[in-house]
C-alpha cells in the first residue's frame, strides 16, 4: 500500500495546475511537471533559487512587476488568493495569464515551514473573454467599432471638447446605389466593397478621429478638435474624393459615391443621441438632393452642397 509520500508525489505529477513549494526563506523546494512546463523551469535547477527568480510575476500586458505572494504568506502565516489573472513570465520568455492561490506550510505546532502555490492558468479563458469583449464592440466584417463604442467615444470626445473649448463633427455616410451593386455582383463582392470603402475613410482621418460601421453600408465618422466648419470640409471633401474612386474587386470594377450628413457639438447639439439624429437626417437630405455629396444639419452652416461628379 503507498505511503502518504507516495501519494503526495503522484497527485502533484498528475494535477494539471503548477504547484511550487519554497521553505521559510522563500526558496524554491519543488516544483511539479505543470509548473517545469509553466516556468520553463526543470525541478532540479530550481531548488535553491529564490521564489521570485521562478515565478516571476507581473500584471496582465506589459504591466510592472508584483511581489510574490510567497512573501505574504511566510510574513503573515496566512493564505493569499490572487484571482485576478496575472501574468507568469517564464524562463524563454513565454507568458501565461494565471490565478494564483498561495498557503502556509506548517508544522504540527502550527509553525509555517514554507509556503507552497498553486498557479491555474486561464490564459484560454482569458482569450476567450478578450474576444467577447472585441466583438461587442467590433464590427466582424471591417474591424470598425460599431455603435455602442462609437457612442462611448462620442461621449468621450464631448468631454474633451468642453475642457478645449472647441467643436467635434459628427459625419453619416451612406455609399450611393450600395443594393444595386448588391445585387448585380453579389454579396461576397458587396462585402468586399464595404471593407475597402471603411479602409479608404479611415485613412482620410487623423489618429484621434474615428469611423464605425453601424450596418449595412451606413458608416458614422467622428471628427474632434474641430476649430471651424472649414476643418470638417477638408476632412468631407476627401472623403467624396476617395470614395469616387473606381473600386477593383475580383473581376469587377466598381464606380460608386457616397452622401455625407453632418452635425456639430455644440452648435448643434448638447448630447450624442440628438447629434446622431441631426446627422442622419443631414444624410438622407443629401441622398435626395442627388447623392455624392455632404449637407450640414444646421442650416446657418450650409453652404452649396459639394459634389465630385454626376
Known amino acids: 500500500m503507498p505511503n502518504s509520500a507516495d501519494l503526495l508525489r503522484v497527485t502533484l505529477q498528475s494535477i494539471r495546475d503548477a504547484v511550487v513549494a519554497t521553505d521559510q526563506d522563500a526558496r524554491i523546494q519543488l516544483l511539479n511537471p505543470a509548473a517545469e512546463v509553466m516556468t520553463g523551469w526543470i525541478s532540479s535547477e530550481a531548488v535553491g533559487k529564490a521564489i521570485d527568480e521562478i ?37 524563454g520568455g513565454q507568458r501565461t495569464a494565471v490565478q494564483i492561490t498561495a498557503s502556509p506550510l506548517q508544522d504540527s505546532a502550527g509553525m509555517i515551514e514554507g509556503c507552497v502555490i498553486a498557479l491555474h492558468d486561464v490564459s484560454e479563458a482569458l482569450q476567450l473573454a478578450e474576444r467577447i469583449s472585441y466583438l461587442s464592440n467590433q464590427d466582424v466584417l471591417t474591424g470598425l467599432p460599431n455603435r455602442i463604442l462609437f457612442m462611448d467615444r462620442l461621449e468621450q470626445g464631448t468631454r474633451v ?55 449595412g453600408d451606413e458608416f458614422v465618422i467622428l471628427i474632434t478638435g474641430v476649430k471651424s466648419l472649414a476643418d470638417v470640409d477638408a476632412v468631407a471633401e476627401k472623403l467624396l474624393t476617395e470614395i469616387a474612386a473606381p473600386f477593383a474587386i475580383r473581376e469587377h470594377t466598381l464606380q460608386t459615391t ?53
Do not use: W
Open 161 to 215: 471638447s468642453d475642457r478645449n473649448s472647441d467643436q467635434l463633427a459628427i459625419m453619416f455616410v451612406d455609399l450611393d446605389h450600395f443594393t444595386e451593386i448588391r445585387a448585380a455582383c453579389g454579396n461576397p463582392v458587396a462585402d468586399e466593397l464595404i471593407k475597402e470603402a471603411a479602409a479608404r475613410m479611415n485613412a482620410c482621418l487623423r489618429e484621434s478621429d474615428s469611423v464605425c460601421r453601424l450596418g
Open 258 to 310: 457616397c452622401s455625407l450628413g453632418i452635425s456639430t457639438y455644440p452648435r448643434d447639439a448638447s448630447d450624442a443621441e440628438t447629434l446622431m439624429r441631426l446627422a442622419d437626417g443631414a444624410m438622407h437630405q443629401a441622398k435626395r438632393n442627388g447623392r455624392n455629396r455632404y449637407l450640414f444639419a444646421n442650416p446657418e452652416a450650409q453652404r452649396e452642397p459639394t459634389q465630385i461628379f454626376e
Open 55 to 91: 515565478v516571476d510575476l507581473q500584471t496582465t500586458g506589459s504591466g510592472p512587476a508584483l511581489p510574490n505572494p510567497a512573501h505574504q504568506v511566510l510574513r503573515e502565516n496566512a493564505r493569499v488568493d490572487i484571482s485576478q489573472p496575472v501574468m507568469l513570465i517564464g524562463k
